[in-house]
């Protein structure tokens, strides 16, 4: 039976064994933190969602029906998906085009690769005082647009707070996936270029021929990392317009922190597990979509 | 393996003239102004006076919104810089009038409750990076160099871990830190930090590339497999490590959801969330401080540039 099993999981030589029992003293501290801040209470969130707010009574599915028949729920599951589905095309074409042009001046190009980086380190609370310069009502972009006889924006009360987020998404982002985009493009082999080349193939060809193929596999992975730092777009709106902001920028993110405030466990255990479910879905069929077809 | 030392724009790369290769510059510089620009203001406004700023940036940070969207539409005419002091919109001069370190070193010398901040945003930093690196060094060694049944599945638990949100990771995170006792101490957002799934992942990656015949020169010489992992694959793991450290660093440095969610005393925030609360009233402490958050991050960040990149790299790698 022992060894059935042993044999089953590979483990017959006593080299496996032993290899084994390392892995696990290697992996153990990580899988208990692992385990107690993430697994073993996301398991309690399933179940809670359950329940009722105190976690005693079983009430089925009445959380989720709850919770998806909330009209904030709605609009904040919609403004979601419009950000996630206009940001990322976005981001992941001006990425990519700052990728080739950072490729295609090199070697000169250094300073300018390390100033689309740079914002990823800028840290969101430095930037609340220059957004709200910019932005506000009567901030230096109405200032230019008086001036210019135009029509004020009131940004952070009208739909446009919606733009001003996607235009600070792409800026604090680009250089990231410009890294990916990179890492993709050295992946492509000189071979095929040359090839191209001796066809007498232009630039635009080429790009569309050789270029974009090679780099399908890596678009997967950038949209998934893009999605998940299409979250932490929350920081920017959090901070410039608090927890209510305009209904156009009031996303998920908002509404879960809301409801942790009025302390909706039930509701927001049911949010967070659906949450979870629609990003796993989505990430796997990106994979699907986009594997890597050469494999 | 041949690197390409041209481009990847391809084709053009052989018959890129001077011209060409100047206006891709060109693009290029033009592209990086938003990120220049944003540097030029947190300077400028640091070095510029108190009442400087008053005229300059005040309008657009007292101003109530209703009053302005009416007065804005009177303000169509008139010479720019005169119509803007008249009608009140925020401007920005390229240059201060008279440049001063003031505002700074007042908070610096007089501001206690900001090296408070300060303190705690490192009291959540120091203990997260120290966890990553503790747990998370072994963990990815044995998930890049050891075989044992499960292994894929929990290189794939890690994954998920990594993508998900915190939105999702906040109840749970929450629950757990209510059973400890440790909600509203800086350990509630420490602690799940120190157990992120994103630097195993990135150093497991490293690992990957750490030669096998390395590996096996040390188990001739005897060596245990903690012996080797500390004798060969933290050295030569380096690059992965720092790569994890430095993306650590600055997600941490930067939170602004975890604090939000399990700090309520307000004596324990950090300087990410303290910051947004000193704005229109105090404009030139606000300026210095905006200034002074920055600052580690862009240091760490020109230190360990050439990491980070690898680190983003990391994340990318299929798996």
């Keep these: ?295 | 393996m041949g690197r390409r030392k041209l481009s990847a724009w391809p084709g053009a790369s052989r018959q890129l003239n001077g011209l060409k290769h100047g206006l891709l510059l060109l693009i290029l510089t033009i592209l990086t102004i938003p990120v220049v620009a944003v540097l030029w203001f947190m300077l400028t406004g640091v070095l510029m006076p108190l009442d400087e700023l008053k005229v300059t940036l005040a309008p657009a940070l007292s101003g109530s919104a209703t009053a302005a969207v009416t007065t804005a539409s009177a303000s169509q005419s008139g010479a720019a810089a005169v119509s803007d002091l008249a009608t009140g919109y925020a401007i920005w001069p390229l240059l201060p009038s008279w440049p001063t370190l003031q505002p700074l070193t007042e908070l610096l010398l007089d501001t206690p409750a900001f090296f408070v901040m300060f303190w705690n945003s490192f009291k959540i930093v120091l203990p997260a990076l120290l966890g990553q690196f503790l747990f998370g060094a072994p963990a990815a060694w044995a998930l890049s160099r050891f075989r044992f049944p499960g292994r894929k599945l929990l290189l794939g638990i890690y994954i998920v871990l990594m993508l998900m949100p915190f939105q999702v990771t906040m109840v749970p995170n929450y629950l757990v830190a209510r059973q400890l006792g440790i909600v509203d101490t800086i350990w509630a957002v420490a602690l799940p930090f120190a157990f992120s799934a994103y630097p195993v992942f990135i150093m497991s990656k490293s690992f990957d590339a750490v030669p096998h015949a390395m590996l096996e020169a040390a188990s001739i010489d005897g060596a245990g497999y903690w012996q080797t992992f500390v004798r060969v694959g933290l050295p030569l793991g380096v690059p992965g490590i720092v790569s994890a450290l430095v993306l650590g660093f600055l997600e941490c440095w930067n939170a602004i959801e975890q604090p939000l969610v399990f700090l309520k005393d307000s004596r324990n925030w950090p300087l990410s969330l303290f910051l947004p609360q000193i704005t229109a009233s105090r404009l030139g402490l606000a300026m210095s401080a905006s200034l002074i958050m920055l600052a580690p991050a862009v240091l760490i960040f020109f230190f360990g540039q050439k990491y980070l990149e690898l680190g983003i790299q990391a994340t990318g790698v299929k798996e």
């Design chain 1, 1 to 295: 039976m022992v060894s059935r099993l042993r044999q089953k999981l590979g483990l017959n030589s006593r080299l496996a064994r032993r290899e084994a029992g390392a892995a696990l003293l290697f992996l153990l501290p990580s899988l208990l933190g692992i385990g107690a801040f993430f697994l073993l209470p996301f398991l309690d969130t399933i179940r809670r969602s359950f329940y009722d707010v105190l976690g005693q009574r079983f009430v089925g599915v009445a959380s989720y029906q709850s919770v998806l028949q909330n009209q904030a729920f709605q609009l904040a599951s919609i403004n979601t998906a419009r950000f996630i589905t206009i940001c990322i095309p976005l981001l992941l074409a001006l990425s990519m085009l700052l990728a080739l042009l950072v490729r295609a001046v090199k070697p000169a190009g250094r300073t300018h690769k390390t100033l689309f980086l740079l914002p990823m380190a800028v840290p969101v609370a430095s930037l609340v005082l220059l957004w709200q310069a910019l932005f506000s009502d009567r901030g230096l972009v109405n200032g230019f647009l008086a001036r210019r006889g135009q029509q004020p924006v009131s940004f952070m009360e009208s739909s446009a707070a919606f733009w001003v987020l996607i235009v600070t998404y792409l800026w604090k982002n680009s250089g990231y996936d410009m890294i990916l985009w990179l890492a993709g493009l050295d992946g492509i082999s000189d071979s095929l270029y040359d090839a191209a080349h001796v066809d007498g193939a232009g630039w635009l060809q080429t790009f569309r021929f050789i270029t974009l193929p090679s780099l399908a596999p890596t678009v997967g992975l950038v949209a998934i990392l893009s999605l998940l730092s299409s979250f932490n777009v929350f920081r920017e709106a959090y901070l410039v317009a608090g927890s209510y902001p305009h209904d156009s920028i009031y996303q998920l993110q908002h509404l879960f922190n809301n409801w942790f405030v009025k302390l909706e466990i039930s509701r927001l255990c049911a949010a967070a597990v659906l949450l979870a479910l629609v990003l796993l879905i989505f990430i796997l069929l990106l994979l699907r979509l986009f594997r890597d077809r050469t494999e």
